[in-house]
Nanobody, 120 residues
């Protein structure tokens, strides 16, 4: 059993910053990749930023230069630092992790989502 617990969402004014965190726990052998997705009302879920083990981060064009993804392997935690936030960044943000538990083939796990609202 694997759980992803997110925190850090909220309401922020345009131009402000937020930091999201996502901690993975449970029967984890290794975490192959972690990332963040978001889904705005009426839109499909989209990749915001991803980071594989030992790899370079990748970002959606819309957040490149404003958002930074990082990972603390010792804590099985991924972070998303969001700066210069815009109203169009408003969405529910979901943590995603591809995890090998040894009991099953590596698969994707999802957090419950955290709301980010950018508004004045």
């Amino acid at each position: 059993q694997v759980q992803l617990e997110e925190s850090g969402g909220g309401l922020v004014q345009p131009g402000g910053s937020l930091r999201l965190s996502c901690a993975a726990s449970g029967s984890i052998f290794s975490i192959l990749a972690m990332g963040w997705y978001r889904q705005a009302p009426g839109k499909q879920r989209e990749l915001v930023a991803g980071l594989s083990s030992g790899g370079k981060p990748n970002y959606a064009d819309s957040v490149e230069g404003r958002f930074t993804i990082s990972r603390d392997n010792a804590k099985n935690t991924v972070y998303l630092q969001m700066n210069s936030l815009k109203p169009e960044d408003t969405a529910v943000y979901y943590c995603n992790a591809r995890i090998d538990t040894l009991l099953l083939s590596p698969r994707d796990y999802w957090g419950q989502g955290t709301q980010v609202t950018v508004s004045s």
